[in-house]
C-alpha cells in the first residue's frame, strides 16, 4: 500500500471551503485514493474515492494531480459538523481480498464560528 | 436504510469473563472486517472474513476469536479478556463486486473495558 501523509491538524472558518491535501508519492498505477472521516469516535464514514479523474459528489470533491503524487479534499462550504479526523488512504485494489483499510494518523480538521 | 450495527455500544466487565460483540450488516456484503482503535496507534484489523465460513487473521488478533456461520453477522469473542484488550472497536463490512473494493461501511463502534 502506498505510504500517505497528511497535515496533523487544520482550521477552517465556518461557511468556507475547507482543503485538505494529501501526499502520496509511491502510488502505483492501479490504487484508489479514498479518504473517510471520524467524528469524535464515531465508526469511520466514507466521502469519496478516486483513481485519476477529479470526483465531486454530495459531500465533498476530490482533486488528484496529473502525476496522481498528491490529492486534495475540498469541503466546499465547512460547517461545524465537519469538524472530525480525515483520512486520505491510497490502496491497491486487490487489497479487497482482507478487506482492510490502513488508517495513518489523519488530519484534526477544526471548524471554527 | 443500509447498516452495520454492533452491540452493545459500551461495556464493562472483568479480566476472564468471557464476552461477545455482536456485529450485523444489511447490506449483503461478503467482506466483514473487525478492528480496534487505540489512541496514538490509529484503527488496526483485528480479523476479517471474505465470506460464510472464511475467516482469517488481520494484524493484532491474539486474544481474539471471530466466526462467520452467516453471511450478514460476524460476532467478535474476547475467550478471556485482559485489560490490554481495552479499546474502541469496530466492525465494517464492504463488498468486492464493486469496482473500488474498499468503500466499507462502519458500525458505531463498541467502548470496551476491562478491569
Known amino acids: 500500500d502506498a505510504k500517505t501523509t497528511q497535515p496533523t491538524s487544520m482550521d477552517c472558518a465556518e461557511g468556507r471551503a475547507a482543503n485538505l491535501p494529501c501526499n502520496h508519492s509511491?502510488?502505483?498505477?492501479?490504487?484508489?485514493v479514498y479518504w473517510y472521516r471520524q467524528i469524535h469516535s464515531q465508526g469511520p464514514q466514507y466521502i469519496i474515492h478516486?483513481?485519476?479523474n477529479n470526483e465531486t459528489n454530495e459531500m465533498a470533491s476530490l482533486i488528484i494531480t496529473e502525476d496522481r503524487k498528491s490529492s486534495t479534499l475540498i469541503l466546499p462550504h465547512a460547517t461545524l459538523r465537519d469538524t472530525a479526523v480525515y483520512y486520505c488512504?491510497?490502496?491497491?485494489?486487490?487489497?479487497?481480498?482482507?478487506?482492510?483499510?490502513?488508517f495513518g494518523q489523519g488530519t484534526t480538521l477544526q471548524v471554527k464560528p | 436504510e443500509a447498516q452495520v450495527t454492533q452491540n452493545p455500544r459500551y461495556l464493562i466487565t472483568v479480566t476472564g469473563k468471557k464476552l461477545t460483540v455482536t456485529c450485523s450488516q444489511n447490506m449483503n456484503h461478503e467482506y466483514m472486517s473487525w478492528y480496534r482503535q487505540d489512541p496514538g496507534l490509529g484503527l488496526r484489523q483485528i480479523y476479517y472474513s471474505m465470506n460464510v465460513e472464511v475467516t482469517d487473521k488481520g494484524d493484532v488478533p491474539e486474544g481474539y476469536k471471530v466466526s462467520r456461520k452467516e453471511k450478514r453477522n460476524f460476532p467478535l469473542i474476547l475467550e478471556s479478556p485482559s485489560p490490554n484488550q481495552t479499546s474502541l472497536y469496530f466492525c465494517?463490512?464492504?463488498?468486492?463486486?464493486?469496482?473500488?473494493?474498499?468503500?466499507?461501511?462502519f458500525g458505531a463502534g463498541t467502548r470496551l473495558s476491562v478491569l
Open positions: 478516486g483513481l485519476k
Open positions: 509511491t502510488i502505483s498505477g492501479n490504487e484508489y
Open positions: 465494517a463490512s464492504s463488498s468486492p463486486r464493486r469496482l473500488a473494493k474498499n468503500i466499507q461501511y
Open positions: 488512504i491510497a490502496d491497491p485494489d486487490g487489497s479487497g481480498n482482507t478487506g482492510k483499510l490502513i
